[in-house]
């Protein structure tokens, strides 16, 4: 998982591009000088906001008699495994009650304690792990928010490494962003509500909430043009998780439906400039390849907004619009969405 550094304004922003912005939205700018994305001024992402060290605990399997008074986060606490752990080893459903007297078992492994701001990727990235087998280890689902004190299982075969390593070994992809980018928060907090408009930036330590409502009215294209690549494997045996379009540069990318911004940066490198969209429902869309991202991370944005412009950015053949459809973490068929025409 390599996460490119973010700007920070007014440090190491680039003169602005010469392309004439989207009417009523701030000129872009440059994060880094050497990126050909553009973007409006905004803190670097969440997971570089908060560093993590791998201190996590060894935790050897034992049992613990339940006494009065006693909580699973408190046991939790004591034992130094997670709650949630706990509650899988011992086949215990929410609300978790426990009684006086009950033996619990307490599962071995490594748990690391969650500070607040941490993200599952920083995480993933001081213990040279990917992500997505913390996730599938601790069984997280939806809205993958860590919380303050929660202790996440560490895959045994993880490594510490360093800095250099780290940006070797990993590369962000879709996944990674929306099950381990948002930062932690304290377990009574609620997230953030999406803000109007981009002018008003949420801070890298704020996790952002989900569109509450259900999806309405489907989904439109993004943008009008040709189909050159379809959904799922191609001729070589590589797989596509959406459908690429084919479109002249700098033409405006549209929300497909009406969502949150969960993410708008260029740290996937195959996808170059990238927007990513919670819509409700488990549903998320994604735009890649832009040249110019005219939405901050937090933004609630309606159907047909305008929220990038085109380009050939990342591994793009030609100037193109990646634009692709998730139930969950599950990439579905576009084509299967989206108007016919």
Known sequence: MLAVAGCIPGRDAAPPSSAPPVAGTPEPVRRAPDEEVRTLPAPPPSWEARAVNADARRVTATSYTVTRGDTLRGIAERTGAGSEAIARANGLAPPFTIFPGQQLSIPSGRYHLVR???????????????????????????????????????????????????????????????????????????????????????????????????????????????????????????????????????TPVLAAADGTVAYAGSDIPSLGGVVILRHGSG?????????????????????????????????????????????????IDPLGRLPRR
Request: charged share 25%; proline share 7%.
């Open 116 to 250: 607040a701001g941490q993200t599952g990727i920083a995480i993933a990235r001081a213990y040279g792990v990917e992500w997505s087998r913390v996730v599938g280890a601790n069984a997280l689902e939806e809205p993958y928010i860590l919380r303050t004190g929660q202790r996440v299982l560490i895959p045994d075969d993880a490594l510490p490494r360093s800095v250099a390593e780290r940006a070797r070994a990993f590369e962000l992809d879709i996944d990674d962003i929306l099950t381990g980018g948002q930062p932690a928060i304290a377990e009574n907090a609620a997230p953030a509500r999406a803000v109007a408009t981009p002018r008003r930036v949420l801070p890298a330590s704020a996790a952002v909430a989900a569109p509450a409502a259900a999806l309405r009215g489907g989904f439109q294209w993004p943008v009008d043009g040709r189909v050159t690549r379809r959904f799922g494997p191609g001729r070589s045996g590589e797989r596509n998780d959406g459908i690429k379009i084919a479109v002249p540069l700098e």
């Open 283 to 331: 549903l998320t869309s994604v735009y890649g390849h832009a040249g110019q991202l005219l939405v901050q991370r937090g933004q609630a944005v309606k159907r047909g907004q305008t929220i990038a412009l085109s380009g050939d950015t990342g591994a793009a053949e030609r100037p193109e619009v990646h634009f692709e459809l998730r139930q969950g973490r599950t990439p």
